[in-house]
């Protein structure tokens, strides 16, 4: 699971740098859900016929105008597999460029070059490919981005630009194989500008990861 967020965020991260979808169905202007949201969240790997298993829980909470978005995770009560974003319970934050690390128990380490998604990440990546009363479902195949990269990854929100679900799989025809975030309990409302705070611990590694990569993006 811990590969299969390194490959979403390798593909976010392609199309931060204009490797985007020609056959995007909307503006690149339109945003792809509210600055400030929060939301409860179920992680799952999905079997083909939509069985969920090794389901870990938690909180999304996004913030544009502090460039910022925080995930935190807690495992299934038997254990379960290792799983998303970190691979055991704790917090990945996304701040002004960089990805922090944060498990429960253990030192936090830093990646530089990936901050928040930007508000219209949705129509510079990805395509409307189907579509409801009260959804939308849109995909990017990556395929696009090289003769060596294959997978896809999917994104439902509905139509007030909530989140409904997000993931990825090895292909778009996989759908709805794969492995997703479900959201919940959305609300369209500023988090505690705390929350998006680093610990103390990680503000040495940081300064050094942000001096060592002066042309990385603070967003994606």
């Known amino acids: ?55 870990w829980t938690g909180k999304v909470s996004y913030d544009w105008p502090l460039h910022a978005m925080r995930t935190d995770v807690t495992p299934p009560p038997a254990g379960g597999m290792p799983g998303p974003p970190i691979g055991e319970a704790g917090t990945m934050l996304m701040r002004s460029g960089l990805m922090y690390f944060m498990p429960k128990s253990g030192a936090c380490s830093v990646t530089p070059g990936l901050g928040a998604p930007v508000l219209n990440w949705l129509a510079k990546s990805s395509t409307l490919v189907a579509s409801t009363n009260d959804t939308e479902r849109w995909s990017a195949d990556l395929s696009h981005l090289g003769p060596d990269v294959a997978g896809c990854f999917t994104y439902v929100r509905g ?10 799989s090895s292909s778009c025809t996989d759908w709805p194989r794969g492995s997703y975030v479900e959201y919940s309990n959305f609300a369209e409302q500023p988090a505690a500008a705390e929350v998006f705070d680093a610990p103390l611990g990680c503000t040495a590694a940081a300064t050094d990861s942000a001096s060592a990569c002066a042309g990385c993006h603070e967003s994606h």
Request: negative net charge; proline residues 3%.
């Open 159 to 168: 139509t007030a630009h909530e989140p409904r679900l997000f993931g990825g």
């Open 1 to 55: 699971m811990r590969s299969h967020l390194a490959w979403l965020s390798s593909c976010l991260l392609s199309f931060a740098a204009g490797c985007s979808s020609s056959a995007s169905s909307a503006s690149d202007q339109s945003e792809s859900w509210p600055s400030q949201w929060t939301a409860d969240i179920a992680w799952s790997d999905f079997a083909a016929d939509g069985t969920k298993t090794n389901t």
